[in-house]
Protein backbone atom coordinates (compact mmCIF):
# COMPACT_ATOMS: atom_id res chain seq x y z
CA UNK A 1 0.00 0.00 0.00
CA UNK A 2 1.45 3.38 -0.90
CA UNK A 3 -0.27 6.69 0.08
CA UNK A 4 0.89 10.48 -0.85
CA UNK A 5 -0.39 14.19 -1.75
CA UNK A 6 0.09 16.35 -4.56
CA UNK A 7 -0.78 19.94 -5.48
CA UNK A 8 -4.61 18.80 -5.35
CA UNK A 9 -5.31 15.46 -4.29
CA UNK A 10 -4.51 13.30 -1.59
CA UNK A 11 -3.89 9.34 -2.75
CA UNK A 12 -3.87 5.86 -1.84
CA UNK A 13 -2.80 3.08 -3.95
CA UNK A 14 -3.63 -0.57 -2.93
CA UNK A 15 -2.57 -3.99 -4.22
CA UNK A 16 -5.22 -6.83 -5.23
CA UNK A 17 -4.51 -9.48 -2.50
CA UNK A 18 -6.99 -12.25 -4.32
CA UNK A 19 -9.97 -12.97 -6.56
CA UNK A 20 -12.40 -10.15 -6.98
CA UNK A 21 -15.66 -10.56 -5.69
CA UNK A 22 -16.93 -11.23 -9.20
CA UNK A 23 -14.73 -14.20 -9.82
CA UNK A 24 -15.18 -15.65 -6.69
CA UNK A 25 -19.00 -15.41 -7.22
CA UNK A 26 -18.75 -17.08 -10.33
CA UNK A 27 -16.78 -20.51 -8.67
CA UNK A 28 -19.91 -21.01 -6.54
CA UNK A 29 -21.63 -23.67 -7.80
CA UNK A 30 -24.79 -21.59 -8.50
CA UNK A 31 -22.77 -18.31 -9.34
CA UNK A 32 -24.07 -16.78 -6.36
CA UNK A 33 -23.14 -16.35 -2.83
CA UNK A 34 -24.84 -17.29 0.27
CA UNK A 35 -27.15 -14.89 2.23
CA UNK A 36 -24.82 -15.17 5.13
CA UNK A 37 -21.28 -14.79 2.77
CA UNK A 38 -23.75 -11.87 1.35
CA UNK A 39 -23.99 -10.09 5.07
CA UNK A 40 -20.52 -10.75 5.72
CA UNK A 41 -18.88 -9.75 2.99
CA UNK A 42 -21.30 -6.37 3.16
CA UNK A 43 -19.93 -5.76 6.79
CA UNK A 44 -16.38 -6.10 5.02
CA UNK A 45 -16.77 -3.16 2.65
CA UNK A 46 -18.44 -0.86 5.27
CA UNK A 47 -15.86 -1.22 7.49
CA UNK A 48 -12.68 -0.88 4.80
CA UNK A 49 -14.63 2.55 3.73
CA UNK A 50 -14.90 3.62 7.30
CA UNK A 51 -11.21 2.82 7.83
CA UNK A 52 -10.12 4.48 4.53
CA UNK A 53 -12.06 7.95 5.79
CA UNK A 54 -10.61 7.66 9.11
CA UNK A 55 -7.49 7.82 7.64
CA UNK A 56 -8.20 10.56 5.89
CA UNK A 57 -8.71 9.39 2.64
CA UNK A 58 -12.93 10.23 0.54
CA UNK A 59 -13.84 7.73 -2.07
CA UNK A 60 -15.68 9.93 -4.38
CA UNK A 61 -17.20 7.01 -6.57
CA UNK A 62 -18.48 4.57 -4.17
CA UNK A 63 -22.02 3.65 -5.90
CA UNK A 64 -23.97 0.43 -5.90
CA UNK A 65 -22.91 -0.92 -9.21
CA UNK A 66 -19.24 -1.07 -7.78
CA UNK A 67 -20.36 -3.19 -5.40
CA UNK A 68 -22.59 -4.98 -6.59
CA UNK A 69 -23.17 -8.96 -5.28
CA UNK A 70 -25.25 -11.34 -6.32
CA UNK A 71 -26.95 -13.70 -3.43
CA UNK A 72 -29.55 -16.81 -3.77
Do not use: W
Request: aromatic letters at 6%; charged letters at 20%.
Amino acid sequence: MSCGRNENFNYLVMSLQASNLAELRRSQPKGVFSQSTLLRLGFQILRSIRAIHEAGFLHRDIKPVSIIIVAI
